[in-house]
């Protein structure tokens, strides 16, 4: 009995403090979900009315739909393109390539810079007014390969990924090359020495022994995915860009919350109604997400 007392006790604070910040908050916004409210003044219950609107109200559904589609795409970028990317020039720095350690530094330096200033660099290289890259075009006679760049539907939400994996790839690399690291060194000469190839040893022993980390940085990657906010505000604005192209469900929470886009002022329980919508979204994703990686999992 006296132990299970100090148990109590020993996880009792966590208990509270996560019941306090993290539970009670859902249910609160859950709650408010049901309401019309703007932060100020009486609380007007309105039923599911809120759900209704975002699902099939004229002007608000395709801006939605639009910002979760641009979420969608860019957690397909994150599976097919940069995650694969991160592990790719681990692997590389693992084999200890020629100047891998000047190759290290360039990929790791971006991912301590601040999103703010990796955006305001981006903005002075592809301004189309005073931008590098228009500027750097004419000096070579390539005027007719200028573009508006972010301005352009076409080019802001590509751009964009290259920045994410240019800024963020740091972080990916840096746990893959860690897990590679901690394999056993006794296990890489016992394969050279049975005469396995790189490759065998690529996919035989270095694949099976991080896919733990895979998991990690794709489960990681998913939650930043459905909830990128920072880097389109800055590049594209609280509008999303031109046509939508760099509108995330993030930005349509601030804009239709705190923007009064909606009815001219701000609508508190429009906005937990959004992030009820993206909790079930992101829900569903990492549930299926979550079944699928278990197939991988490998037991050391």
Not at 1 to 17: A, E, S, T, Y
Not at 81 to 105: H, N, S
Not at 277 to 300: G, P, R
Request: net charge positive; glycine share 8%.
């Amino acid at each position: 009995m006296n132990k299970r007392h100090k148990q109590v006790k020993f996880i009792l604070p966590g208990f509270i403090f996560y019941t306090c910040f993290i539970i009670l908050p859902i249910i609160y916004v859950f709650y408010l979900s049901f309401f019309q409210w703007s932060g100020l003044g009486e609380m007007k219950f309105n039923g599911i009315q809120n759900f209704v609107t975002i699902f099939t109200d004229e002007r608000f559904s395709p801006v939605f739909f639009n910002a979760l589609w641009n979420n969608i795409k860019y957690l397909l970028c994150v599976w097919l393109i940069i995650t694969p990317f991160q592990y790719l020039m681990a692997y590389l720095f693992f084999i200890k390539i020629p100047a891998y350690k000047y190759l290290k530094f360039m990929i790791f330096m971006p991912y301590v810079i601040s999103t703010t200033i990796i955006s305001f660099f981006a903005t002075l290289i592809f301004n189309p007014n005073i931008g590098f890259l228009n500027k750097f075009l004419e000096a070579v006679g390539l005027e007719h390969l200028q573009g508006a760049w972010f301005g352009d539907p076409n080019w802001a939400f590509k751009l964009m990924i290259l920045l994410i994996l240019w800024q963020g790839a740091g972080s990916g690399v840096m746990i893959f090359y860690s897990n590679f690291m901690d394999i056993s060194k006794d296990v890489m000469e016992a394969s050279r020495i049975d005469g396995c190839t790189e490759w065998q040893r690529f996919t035989r022993i270095l694949v099976p022994l991080s896919l733990p980390s895979c998991a990690s940085v794709i489960t990681m990657s998913t939650i930043w995915a459905l909830a990128l906010f920072d880097l389109p505000f800055i590049l594209g604005g609280a509008k999303g860009g031109v046509s939508g192209s760099l509108d995330f469900v993030n930005l349509v929470f601030y804009r239709y919350t705190f923007g009064s886009a909606l009815n001219g002022k701000s609508e508190i329980g429009f906005g937990a109604s959004i992030c009820v919508v993206m909790f079930a979204v992101m829900l569903i994703i990492t549930t299926i997400q979550n079944k699928v990686l278990k197939k991988f999992e490998y037991d050391n």
